[in-house]
T-cell receptor, first 111, second 114 residues
Framework: GQSLEQPSEVTAVEGAIVQINCTYQ??????LSWYQQHDGGAPTFLSY????GLEETGRFSSFLSRSDSYGYLLLQELQMKDSASYFCADYSGGGADGLTFGKGTHLIIQP | EAGVTQFPSHSVIEKGQTVTLRCDPI?????LYWYRRVMGKEIKFLLH????????ESGMPNNRFLAERTGGTYSTLKVQPAELEDSGVYFCASSQVGLAGGAFFGQGTRLTVV
């Protein structure tokens, strides 16, 4: 089966940098995606790593290491609006054609 | 451009009743996915359409759930008869070129079975 593990909650200060880790166990791994979800809202796509290394998109960066079955989402210059849940998701491209999500990390930003 | 829309946003039904959820994907997106998040648990994949064809329905929990996508446009997800454990938020997502490019999610339908 497939599983992704991430911390349930992370607290950070406005203006700081935070890293949300994700480890996975999966077969037929293609790549790792990250989604943001505000309370009551739709999950919003942030990034996708199909290859090892760092992908940067503005204040957000995502990293993947296939050899370690590990990735992370890095958020810089934190703003209060970044308070949300962040999900890593595995796109296996295999038997199940959809995303397998982690349980999500609730990010709390303090002023 | 309109995003993925879902209807209704909320639904409260009694155990044993039938409910039909609707999803309108982004125009031109061949891939349509249904997901479900049960309280306190992760978002789980239900099924995947490519146009009107079911590509993968391995995530459907049982035969009380029926999804259709007639004409390859909007999709419906019917739960009949509904059980208490079916309560949760049902998300629909669509994508144009597959999941590597990211999927666009609707706001979800919050289903409560009482």
């Amino acid at each position: 089966g497939q599983s992704l593990e991430q911390p349930s909650e992370v607290t950070a200060v406005e203006g700081a940098i935070v890293q949300i880790n994700c480890t996975y166990q999966t077969s037929g791994f293609y790549g790792l995606s990250w989604y943001q979800q505000h309370d009551g809202g739709a999950p919003t796509f942030l990034s996708y790593n199909g290859l090892d290394g760092l992908e940067e998109t503005g204040r957000f960066s995502s990293f993947l290491s296939r050899s370690d079955s590990y990735g992370y989402l890095l958020l810089q210059e934190l703003q209060m609006k970044d308070s949300a849940s962040y999900f890593c998701a595995d796109y296996s491209g295999g038997g199940a054609d959809g995303l397998t999500f982690g349980k999500g990390t609730h990010l709390i930003i303090q002023p | 451009e309109a995003g993925v829309t879902q209807f209704p946003s909320h639904s409260v039904i009694e155990k044993g009743q039938t409910v039909t959820l609707r999803c309108d994907p982004i125009s031109g997106h061949d891939n349509l996915y249904w997901y479900r998040r049960v309280m306190g648990k992760e978002i789980k994949f239900l099924l995947h359409f490519v146009k009107e064809s079911k590509q993968d329905e391995s995530g459907m929990p049982n035969n009380r759930f029926l999804a259709e996508r007639t004409g390859g446009t909007y999709s419906t997800l019917k739960v009949q008869p509904a059980e208490l454990e079916d309560s949760g938020v049902y998300f629909c997502a669509s994508s144009q070129v597959g999941l590597a490019g990211g999927a666009f999610f609707g706001q979800g339908t919050r289903l409560t079975v009482v």
